[in-house]
């Protein structure tokens, strides 16, 4: 048995500060709602009202709202067909991301009444993608014999038919108006990171298009063109080394790219007439909307509302509804209309979530280029407890949002620090890309620069670091104990990879398709690889106490690796750890337990640091 995580009842003892960070995560919030195409009052969205997140509808006409999902280990996923006479969750298994898609009627089932499966015949597995058209929906499932394509033709008895399978990773990818292509995005020639295009015809199936940018170089269908009978499809590609827009004609075999004058990266959505494009702008931490007119080229700037854009959609009537938030204010669902009046379009009951302190932006120099991070800092000057925050992934990146996370750590007294290392998104393809055949040790490069400007700078106290992430990040922390044990007084690793090598042959088909594209082959090919990237493999040398926090029905990390782990840490014998293990997958969408989560980890960081004198 491995020592339980102590959980303290508060954090605080002033209770005015104890109550403001639980309300951060207690306060509801909900996801931006999402409209049926040929229904747009009727809607769809998640929210944690109630303690758990879970799918929710709202009929704009009538302004009722119906919780529509119950399950102790939460529901995430939920779409609408385009009459939005149903709606469509996935149901999975206590968090375990396997499972299927159900449909009930958008008004509710009869009492006792369950869900009925929302595509005849098609087999249990992970999502692979989802189009729901007026005539047939297209699905994609993936197991460890590989990925499988379904269509089924909306009113028929019969089951679904495959339309595509491989042994590789593969997925669905755009639905054309009409609904008489299916664009599917595939790693047949090896390299489910950087995926290649191939368009089929639902009538028969057969294949009628290729694209393939060659080794390196991905293609990620984004839509298709919401004007029937229009077949231009939606592109992302990154031949001059960063993403970009493409726009291919299937039916003409032509290719008109979208070049924009911006910094970073773009990715991009139709507007309901296929006359524009509305354009997410990443840079540096922040998004924004743009609106590019396709005939004459013109990019105007969308003036939303301060802060972070997350999701947004355009309606008929060309308003953008879009979410927003910065680090130092909750996230708001609003409304942009087309003359410019820019509006709070719903707002969640109760009170809005405390605020936080705004993030400042760090450019360090790193062994691969310039670094950038973000500093969130507590009141009083600095050298401060700080805390390095890795994100996960790999290929994300710590943005200018608010965290109710971020936001319990510095109420805690601790300087928080972000760090997009190489791996992460937004900095072009060859920074996504320089972990290839080395992650692990070279995002880690990253964070080591960054922890020495922290340190010179006088913000970070030399002495008391702590290193903490979830996922890709937990790994990392894992990982930074061991092979950087000087830098930090303790790790904090929640859902992480512990011991690669058994993370891979556990892991769900798509991670292992991934990994092997990362890695340059399977454990199998290049052993020595997954060793170095291992945590498990420097267990002896860290010097740090851990802390792991484990899903029981992890699909993405899972548990066996991390077991491993701990009973290496046990056998030392000369070092203290703590586990917290949860009854969830790969983290968790029940507030208590979330809320758990970060008093335990903050505990055990001060409880770590407790007798540390200053660096």
Known sequence: MHPDAAVPDRLFDDDAREQRWRARFTAVRMSRP???????????YTSNAGGTTEVHTWDRATDLHRKVTSRPAGTHSATLPPDGEHVWWFDDTDGDEFGRWVSEPFAGLPAGDRPADAIPGVEDGYPAGLEIGRTLVAAGTSTDDGSRIWLHRNGSSGPAEIVYESSEDAGVGALSEDETLLAV???EHGDSRHPDLRVHRTSDGAAVAEKSDGPGLGLTPLVFSPVPGD??????????GREELLIWDVAADTETEIVL????????????????????????????LFRHDLADGTLTELPTAPGTVGSAEVRPDGTVEYTASSAAEAATIRALHPDGTDRVLVAPPGERPPGSVPVRDVWVDGPGGKVHALVAEPEGDGPHPTVFSLHGGPHHADEDRFSAMRAAWVDAGFCVVEVNYRGSTGYGSAWRDAIEGRPGPTELEDVAAVHDWAVSSGTADPARIVVEGWSWGGFLALLAAGTQPDRWAAAIGGVPVADYVAAFEDEMEQLRAFDRALFGGSPDEVLDRYRLASPLTYVGD??????????ENDPRCPIRQIDNYLDALATRGDLPYEVSRFDAGHGSLVVEMTIRHVATEIDFARRALAGVRPG
Do not use: I, K, M, N
């Open 542 to 551: 860290v010097r740090a106490p851990v802390l792991v926090l484990a899903g």
């Open 261 to 288: 004058d911006l910094p970073g990266e773009v990715v991009a959505d139709f507007y309901p007439d296929a006359a524009a494009l509305l354009v997410w702008h990443t840079h540096a931490g922040r998004v924004r």
């Open 185 to 187: 995005s595939h790693s």
């Open 231 to 240: 077949q231009r499809l939606l592109l992302l590609h990154e031949r001059r």
């Open 34 to 44: 999402e409209w049926a195409e040929d229904a747009p009052d009727r809607c769809v």
